[in-house]
Nanobody
Framework: QVQLVESGGGLVQAGGSLTLSCAAS????????MGWFRQAPGKEREFVAS????????DYADAVKGRFTISRDNAKNTVYLQMNSLKPEDTAVYFC?????????????????WGQGTQVTVSS
């Protein structure tokens, strides 16, 4: 069972930037796509971004396209989410997750392993 640990969350003013990291255990990190999701209070967990196993293909939710960048370093078993031009509506708990395969799907049911989440709060 892979373990995922997110870090890098915090409080930032609107317009600011944060970079989230997700470190994975095990030797199979480079075999699967990875995704970032977020969940705001009272809302369902929603797709943010995904990246295939060697980073050939990325996908972004419309709400973050052009502001967020997902990347990965397979040598370090880590996936990143660079978040720029943050808005108050980006406030949520951010989760990284490992795809069951190498699709980078937006469907959260296809993600087999999840981290505990990291809080991002954007003040206006």
């Amino acid at each position: 069972q892979v373990q995922l640990v997110e870090s890098g969350g915090g409080l930032v003013q609107a317009g600011g930037s944060l970079t989230l990291s997700c470190a994975a255990s095990g030797r199979t990190f480079g075999s699967y796509a990875m995704g970032w999701f977020r969940q705001a209070p009272g809302k369902e967990r929603e797709f943010v971004a995904s990246i295939t196993r060697v980073g050939v293909r990325t996908d972004y939710a419309d709400a973050v396209k052009g502001r967020f960048t997902i990347s990965r370093d397979n040598a370090k078993n880590t996936v990143y989410l660079q978040m720029n031009s943050l808005k108050p509506e980006d406030t949520a708990v951010y989760f990284c997750a490992r795809d069951r395969w190498d699709t980078g799907t937006r469907n959260r049911a296809q993600y087999a392993s999840w981290g505990q989440g990291t809080q991002v709060t954007v003040s206006s």
